[in-house]
């Protein structure tokens, strides 16, 4: 039986050392000469630690005694150095020896060289992340770092933007010019998108012709834009194929986190939502996903044009939110909201529609219809000089340029000859536009900032903004009681308005409990449907006329 162990010692394809209880190397065989490239005389009397490559941890090695100290084997991987200085990846088997008495006398270890295994192992993993026709990661691989990426950017307080590319007539091509064709410009698409957006899996590839692109880090819209812009030029630029020239071009949506969804799922339907309204803009453009791209379905889309035709024919018309004290129990200011009457999908708020102003000539039609609204309030004034304020809303697109910021400053002095106005503005706005808005407060208007609805304000932003009053969005103000999270929100926005001595505002108070809560809290300027619905302007000033008898 001696025979035949020596036998299947030296035979055996896996390496096999023995050591003593000092753990000192006394025997080997012929397999362990082929993996370490050490033969018996090198290693003899040595610690099998001379093998390894150094990447394992103290702490690795102690684990390791333990269990074969408590359990008598011990299984895993383990890195070691060849004799000619390369490394490999080797699998262990190490067992505890006794002699007939039950004494430990040493330790075998039997291990072989996996290097081969894993890069198989890799090689599949790859097949099944990324795509084989244009080596883009997949939609699996791609989700997964899509959603790390977002809770990385939530706990960060940074914004992401994912983009859904869909090619414009691609099918016409691949049934008439060939699949062969096809995949040659997939493949040049693929790599256009790439120069786009140079970082490694940020570009991939979703379906037969849409592609996804993640912006880890943008500071607002402006800048998901600016890269949808150079990812629509670049595919209206001609590809040659066999010679042939083809021209493709490409419909883009563009979807935000956390503003549009915190779910990489939910996000990447958005920006198909937001890609569909492209398509039904003319193609061979980009559009910002908004709510109301959700609730218009299918041919019934709408988009700028629709917008711009109904500031035209009056479906698009001002309503008014009285803003009440808690102290005084009477409307101290107004909030002035565009709201949409549309046929169909009924009223339509400011913040479903604010989104489909992308273009100049579009923002046009909007300011001057605007200008025209809040110039009509000088008929407020003069019946209740008393009130504190009048405010509405600007977006981000109204202060795109000097020019803008000039006619503002303008309108906005215009406007002050009749009572005080307020700017509402989200906070990103409110950084990114800082400068433009110490113009339009030289004026003497006031600010508000709001879009807290997913993560709280910081001290820091707000002491160098200094705004007149913070406002709670309603998503916050609606949630806040079953939800952990808006609450600490909202627990952190009174606290640092406290801080900075900075009045609050609470907007969509809709009950009698959200209304105790906040007042608890020390909120005391209110809206919403607690106090009333949406008022036209007549039923404005009769409603003031009683508040003020």
């Known amino acids: ?76 991987e383990l890195w070691n150095r060849h004799k000619d200085g390369s490394v490999y990846p080797a699998w262990f088997n190490i067992i505890s020896v006794s002699d007939e008495s039950g004494k430990a006398t040493g330790f075998i270890a039997q291990f072989f060289n996996i290097s081969e295994i894993k890069a198989d192992l890799q090689s599949t993993q790859q097949q099944n992340q990324y795509d084989d026709l244009t080596k883009l990661p997949n939609w699996s691989f791609f989700s997964d ?104 071009s490409g419909s883009v949506g563009i979807a935000l986190a956390p ?17 569909y309204a492209a398509k039904q803009g003319g193609r061979n453009t980009y559009r910002v996903y908004s709510d109301l791209m959700e609730r218009s379905k299918g041919p019934q889309i709408l988009r700028e044009e629709d917008l711009t035709k109904a500031l035209v024919s009056g479906e698009v018309q001002m309503s008014f939110l009285p803003i009440y004290s808690l102290y005084s129990h009477q409307v101290v200011a107004v909030h002035a909201r565009p709201c949409w009457h549309h046929t169909e999908l009924g009223q339509l708020p400011f913040s479903d529609f604010a989104g489909l102003m992308q273009s100049k000539e ?130 952190v926005v009174m606290n640092l308005a406290d801080r900075l001595e900075i009045e609050v505002m609470a907007d969509g108070v809709a009950t009698a409990g959200q209304r105790g809560d906040l007042m608890g809290q020390g909120c005391m300027l209110m809206q919403g449907r607690y106090f009333g619905m949406p008022l036209t302007l007549e039923q404005l000033m009769d409603h003031l006329a009683v508040e003020h008898k």
């Not at 503003?259 to 890609?275: G, Q």
């Not at 009048?390 to 981000?396: G, N, P, V």
């Not at 309108?411 to 113009?439: N, S």
């Not at 707000?462 to 916050?476: A, C, E, F």
């Open 1 to 76: 039986m001696q025979d035949i162990g020596q036998q299947l010692f030296q035979g055996s394809p896996q390496a096999i050392m023995v050591t003593d209880l000092d753990n000192k190397i006394v025997q080997v065989n012929n397999a362990f000469e082929k993996i370490t490239g050490y033969g018996f005389n090198d290693v003899i009397g040595e610690d099998p630690r001379m093998l390894g490559a150094g990447q394992m941890n103290e702490s690795h090695y102690e684990g390791l005694w333990s269990q074969l100290q408590s359990d008598g084997q011990w299984v895993g």
């Open 145 to 248: 770092q899509l959603e790390q990426q977002i809770q990385t950017n939530i706990s960060s307080e940074q914004q992401l933007a994912v983009m859904l590319v869909d090619l414009d007539r691609f099918k016409w091509i691949n049934d008439n010019l060939g699949r062969k064709v096809g995949d040659n410009i997939l493949q040049k698409v693929a790599s256009r998108l790439c120069s786009v957006v140079p970082e490694k899996d940020r570009v991939a590839r979703l379906s037969s012709d849409e592609f996804l692109v993640m912006l880890p880090a943008v500071s607002g819209i402006d800048d998901a834009v600016k890269v949808a812009q150079r990812v629509v030029e670049q595919l209206a630029q001609g590809i040659f194929v066999d010679h042939r020239e083809i021209f493709i």
């Open 259 to 275: 503003d549009h969804s915190t779910r990489a799922k939910d996000l990447v339907k958005k920006a198909d939502v937001a890609m």
């Open 362 to 491: 579009a923002l046009e039609v909007y300011e001057d219809w605007l200008n025209q609204e809040l110039s009509a309030l000088s008929v407020v004034w003069e019946g209740f000089p008393g009130l504190r304020f009048i405010s509405f809303r600007l977006e981000a697109q109204q202060l795109q340029n000097k020019s803008a910021i000039q006619r503002w400053v303008s309108q906005l002095t215009q406007y002050q000859l009749m009572g005080r106005m307020m700017l509402d503005v989200d906070i990103r706005t409110a950084l990114e536009r800082e400068g433009a808005l110490f113009d339009l407060l030289a004026t003497d208007a006031m600010l508000s900032v709001s879009g807290f609805a997913h993560q709280s304000p910081i001290l820091d932003q707000l002491k160098d903004i200094h705004p007149d009053i913070i406002r709670l969005d309603s998503d916050l103000i609606t949630h806040m009681s079953t939800d952990d999270g808006r609450q600490k929100i909202v627990d």
